[in-house]
């Protein structure tokens, strides 16, 4: 289990605290008993002065008395508590507090005791050890006993001992122990609490600004430290809170920043592709992902690896090592094949250091497709009116030769001449139609309309032609069916321009049919007829302008390629759609839907 940092500092200071004790109990083993011997030896030397008053005059009499020296010492000692021994200058034993004077004689010679000899060359001695005599350890002290007005280095008339036992040290440092213990153990339960009030102060605003980094290191700069310690801690705490304030206020602009340029770069039509300094794909906008298919894993790839367009990579890199702004443009195959204005540029940060390139889509891809419209549309109408003027021209310079044809032959010229200028005015009359309808310039009168009456009025209109080829056109709307609205001269148009293509090319004896039903919002209208049907790689392209399916007999059946194009527009601008759907053998169907309100 890992300890928190309020415990760790509590137990730093509470060993803090025993290691301060165990030092100081430490420095009392080893210092006291030295200090109370030395104090227990100074008390004894001056009891021996003392006592040595006491046996002066036995001593120095010349006959000294065992008898009267033993009983002055067991008198002394019964007083003192002291063990007092007399010695003679030869080292012999005068007397003894411990002994009776029976006894005396028995004890041995002391002269070469340590202490004896000490006080001999000092007027003092001391010393330690086991006594025989008692069988304890004892402290001894000496005193030289001189003749009044002696010199210091005259022979001692005798000695002066007393001895205390070492027990009494072992006892007084032993109390000595269990007072420091006690107070010890009492002081340290008080001390506890204030330990713990201490590391809790001190861990208090430490840990919480241990919790405000985590967060900040999360992106929440919300958090406080709400502790106020005194001190460089204090000064700490305050520096981190005002950090934690600016680093959120900087957040929240870049937040703001980065929000407003996500909204610029979502709205733009353009793509956008950024690329750090590494060639690294770092941004790409919702106008590029879409139609290029990028996901985010694109992010962190190079542009080869995503877009697999060498030029593109070329022109990144031409823009990277020039600092100038490069433009080309790029064909893109896949998911489908589009076109773009591909611009490049450097990205700067300060001191010119390249920080990127960032990178700008225009899609041209409908403008090329336009373009190419045109192109084609302008090839076609030239194609389509070359045709009949040449014609014309042919017959004119013919008739208008120094010598012209016959009047039979002239008639005949000038009917075909009539019947071109007739393909002609059809012809620009469709244009005009076709490019009414692309520019928005037509307006629609809608008013709800009959689709059978409109049908039905179509169907009589190309009647004698499909008597000519023995067919049948039947409209099979209800009478009651639903009536949209719509502009009835344009739905005219529709309904005529896709009989007319189905009476020209479905052979003699064939059938046409005219249906509607409702569709979910919408009203579905078919032109079905038996002909010989459309193969499918025509399907799709039926409805383009000069588009023909056939174009040799197109032209015979005196088509502008122009019918189709011309119902697919004015279904469009009414909100609908157009297809065909046939099969090559089996007839074709051809079918628009119209807004049911």
């Not at 000899?117 to 010393?127: F, L, M, P, T």
């Not at 690329?275 to 590029?288: C, H, S, T, V």
């Not at 998911?335 to 899609?363: C, I, K, M, Q």
């Not at 549309?377 to 008739?399: D, M, Q, W």
């Amino acid at each position: 289990m890992k300890l928190t940092l309020q415990w760790r500092w509590f137990g730093g200071l509470a060993a803090l605290w025993l290691a301060l004790l165990a030092v100081i109990y430490a420095s009392l083993n080893l210092t006291l008993p030295s200090y109370l011997v030395d104090r227990i030896r100074a008390d004894l030397e001056r009891d021996a002065r003392c006592a040595r008053q006491c046996f002066l005059e036995q001593l120095t009499s010349g006959h000294p008395s065992a008898d009267i020296i033993n009983s002055v010492a067991h008198a002394l000692a019964r007083e003192t508590g002291l063990r007092i021994s007399v010695i003679g200058a030869d080292g012999t034993m005068l007397g003894e507090s411990e002994k009776p004077a029976g006894e005396i004689q028995q004890i041995e010679n002391h002269y070469e005791r340590p202490e004896v000899q000490e006080a001999i060359r000092d007027g003092v001695g001391s010393g330690r050890r086991h006594s025989k005599t008692i069988g304890v350890d004892l402290l001894y002290v000496a005193v030289a006993v001189r003749p009044p007005n002696a010199s210091g280095d005259s022979k001692p008339l005798g000695f002066v001992r007393v001895a205390l036992p070492l027990h009494e040290i072992t006892r007084t440092t032993a109390h000595v122990h269990s007072v420091v213990v006690t107070a010890t153990l009492i002081v340290g339960l008080a001390a506890i609490p204030f330990l713990f009030w201490m590391a809790r102060r001190v861990t208090a605003p430490i840990q919480q600004m241990r919790a405000m980094a985590g967060s900040v290191a999360h992106a929440d700069f919300s958090k406080r430290v709400t502790a106020r310690p005194g001190g460089e801690l204090g000064e700490l705490v305050a520096s981190l809170n005002d950090m934690a304030a600016q680093l959120q206020a900087r957040m929240r602009e870049l937040n703001d920043e980065k929000a407003g340029l996500s909204a610029i770069l979502s709205s733009m039509t353009e793509g956008v592709l950024v690329m750090d300094a590494g060639g690294k794909i770092r941004l790409a906008n919702e106008a590029l992902r879409q139609p290029m298919d990028i996901s985010e894993e694109a992010i962190g790839k190079t542009a080869l690896e995503v877009f697999r367009n060498v030029p593109l990579q070329e022109i990144v890199a031409e823009a990277a090592q020039t600092g100038r702004i490069s433009s080309r443009e790029l064909t893109f195959l896949s998911p489908v094949e589009r076109v773009f204005l591909v611009n490049a540029a450097r990205l700067h940060v300060r001191d010119g250091v390249s920080a990127g390139v960032v990178v700008v889509f225009h899609d041209i891809t409908r403008l090329k497709q336009l373009e190419n419209l045109r192109k084609e549309f302008v090839a076609n109408v030239s194609h389509e009116l070359r045709t009949p003027l040449s014609i014309i021209k042919g017959y004119v310079e013919t008739l208008l030769d120094p010598h012209p044809p016959d009047a039979v032959t002239a008639q005949q010229f000038l009917q075909t001449i009539q019947r071109h200028s007739q393909r002609l005015e059809t012809l620009i009359g469709d244009l005009l139609t076709v490019s009414a309808l692309e520019s928005q310039q037509a307006r629609l009168q809608l008013e709800p309309v009959s689709l059978r009456e409109l049908a039905a009025t179509a169907a009589e209109e190309l009647m004698r032609q499909a008597r000519e080829k023995n067919m049948t056109i039947s409209v099979e709307i209800p009478l009651e069916f639903s009536r949209p609205r719509a502009d009835t001269q344009r739905l005219h148009q529709v309904f005529f321009n896709l009989l007319d293509n189905a009476v020209k090319y479905v052979p003699a004896g064939g059938r046409i049919a005219i249906s509607a039903k409702l569709k979910d919002s919408e009203i579905e209208v078919c032109v079905a007829d038996n002909g010989p049907g459309i193969a499918a790689e025509h399907l799709p392209r039926v409805f383009e302008r000069f588009y023909r399916v056939d174009k040799g007999r197109s032209r015979e059946l005196g088509g502008t390629g122009l019918g189709l194009s011309i119902v697919k527009h004015i279904v469009q601008a009414h909100g609908g759609r157009v297809w065909a759907e046939s099969e090559v053998g089996k007839g074709s169907e051809f079918y628009f839907t119209l807004p049911r309100t």
